[in-house]
């Protein structure tokens, strides 16, 4: 079956405490992305990744960090999370940057 | 600084009605406009909109896109509870940077 699997889906940490989001797709996509939702706010990219090797920053990017190693993964780094980063996280990947995203079921954090 | 705004914010209608949402943007290197679904949890693909004035149509959802004025409308005739749901609008860049609006929240009554 044609996913994106998150994992984990819910983690409470404390704040300082590195922690790693991951995303796994099966579709052989080049195009991977991170992003977050708050209320009110919608869904604000992150990171984005046009293929291997290749991320640029998204709207937040600020207090993560992402990595492009090989074409089916793309992690999310929190190096030290703090509370406003608690927040409901989707990956998405699609074929090329110009075709619609498929989504994670995402990842629900709280930083204490 | 690239922007989608959407509204309304919420709407409430019985089952029947027909709804327009809408979706204006602002977004440097402009390709295509997509409507996403979000129930419980991720967002589903509805549509993607590259060229002004062309109707995309399934089932009883219809989208359409106006490049001169920025502007997109997502239609449900005869909605149904299963219609309920929070409806993203996003702009898109040539290389692949998605910028979503806030949502509207849809509810639809018995």
């Known amino acids: 079956e044609a996913q994106v699997t998150q994992n984990p889906r819910y983690l409470i940490t404390v704040t300082g405490k590195k922690l790693t989001v991951t995303c796994s797709q099966n579709?052989?996509?080049?195009?991977m992305s991170w992003y977050r939702q708050d209320p009110g706010l919608g869904l604000r990219q992150i990171y984005y990744?046009?293929?291997?090797?290749?991320?640029d920053k998204g709207d937040v990017p600020e207090g993560y960090k992402v990595s492009r190693k090989e074409k089916r993964n793309f992690p999310l780094i929190l190096e030290s999370p703090s509370p406003n980063q608690t927040s409901l996280y989707f990956c998405?990947?699609?074929?090329?940057?110009?075709?619609?995203?498929?989504f994670g079921d995402g990842t629900r954090l709280s930083i204490l | 600084e690239d922007k989608v705004v959407q509204s309304p914010l919420s709407l409430v209608v019985h089952e029947g009605d027909t709804v327009t949402l809408n979706c204006s943007y602002e977004?440097?290197?402009?390709?295509?406009l997509l409507w996403y679904k979000q129930e419980k949890k991720a967002p589903t693909f509805l549509f993607m909109l590259?060229?002004?004035?062309i109707e995309k149509k399934s089932g009883r959802l219809s989208s359409i896109l106006d490049k001169k004025e920025l502007f997109s409308i997502l239609n449900i005739t005869a909605t149904q509870t299963g219609d309920s749901a929070v409806y993203l609008c996003?702009?898109?860049?040539?290389?692949?940077?998605?910028?979503f609006g806030q949502g509207t929240i849809l509810t639809v009554h018995p």
């Open positions: 998405a990947s699609s074929l090329t940057p110009n075709q619609p995203q498929h």
């Open positions: 579709m052989n996509h080049e195009y």
């Open positions: 990744s046009m293929n291997v090797e290749v991320t």
């Open positions: 977004v440097t290197n402009f390709r295509s």
């Open positions: 590259t060229s002004s004035g």
């Open positions: 996003a702009g898109g860049t040539s290389y692949g940077k998605l910028t």
